[in-house]
């Protein structure tokens, strides 16, 4: 929802001979009850889009995916 990616960078010890890492995003499956379709809806969230939904709401939050073509 967010469109997080990964980050990139260095692991660097204390000889300071670097090797590349990455971060992954901090992915949570949650899942919403949808009132107007009477349904839930399993969404596969960052933790900052977990926050984006709970101040938003859901049910703007899958609109807004749906405009963007995104399946819900």
Excluded: C, H
């Amino acid at each position: 929802m967010t469109g997080a990616g990964p980050g990139f960078g260095n692991n660097v010890p204390w000889s300071k001979q670097k090797t590349r890492r990455r971060w992954n995003v901090n992915l949570q499956t949650k899942r919403y009850f949808l009132a107007s379709e009477g349904r839930y809806v399993r969404l596969r969230l960052s933790a900052k889009g977990i926050k984006i939904v709970d101040r938003d709401g859901v049910e703007a939050v899958v609109a807004r995916m749906r405009t963007e073509g995104k399946r819900v």
